[in-house]
């Protein structure tokens, strides 16, 4: 459980750190939205499954992550302020930037820019040489959305399948 709460908010933090000005185009995407679904990680043989909540927005971003049962692992906010990570029975961390934590615990960083790219089906491999796969994806709306896809680099390998996504108000 310590493994799996520390590998999912690396993850996770790392989706949500400021990063580096790169070429990401992410026009036609909507700037608000809510996704539900799971998500896989495994590094070097092993891997965890976690449930994942995430929505998305410019000045705010919330990921609750919670093991495949229901029970939350790590809650990561995301504001103007920077970064804040809660953790049962921990105290709350707040940072700035999580991309050289997550690569010394995944071996990769994550741009959360990225992670936006791949879920509306475009896959990226972003500075970071990603190999992207989307696996099946789905029209809502005007939105194309990967209803599942892989991503993976090194030894570092990221599925995520989207259950419920939708479209929030800016």
């Known amino acids: 459980m310590k493994r799996l709460a520390s590998l999912a908010a690396a993850l996770l933090l790392a989706a949500c750190a400021a990063v580096p000005p790169a070429a990401i185009p992410l026009d ?3 700037a608000a939205f809510e996704m539900n679904g799971r998500l896989s990680v495994a590094q070097g043989g092993q ?3 976690l449930r994942v909540r995430w ?3 410019p000045a ?17 906010e995301r504001t103007a302020r920077g970064l804040t990570v809660q953790r049962p ?4 961390v707040t940072a700035s930037s999580f991309a050289e934590l997550t690569e010394n ?3 990769a960083p994550l741009d959360e820019r990225l992670l936006v790219a791949w879920l509306h ?5 972003g500075p970071e040489g990603w190999d992207v ?13 990967a209803r599942r896809l892989t991503a993976r680099r090194e030894e570092a390998t990221v599925k995520l399948v989207v259950d419920d996504y939708r479209v929030l108000a800016p």
Request: net charge negative; aromatic share 4%; charged share 15%.
């Open 133 to 145: 796969t989307i696996d099946e994806s789905r029209a809502i709306g005007e939105t194309t959305l």
């Open 55 to 57: 929505q998305h927005a």
């Open 121 to 125: 089906g475009r896959p990226f491999a």
């Open 89 to 92: 029975g921990a105290q709350p």
């Open 28 to 30: 036609g995407i909507p």
């Open 105 to 107: 615990l995944l071996g």
């Open 60 to 76: 705010l971003g919330v990921w609750v992550l919670a093991t495949p049962v229901g029970t939350e692992v790590a809650r990561i």
């Open 47 to 49: 891997g965890e499954i």
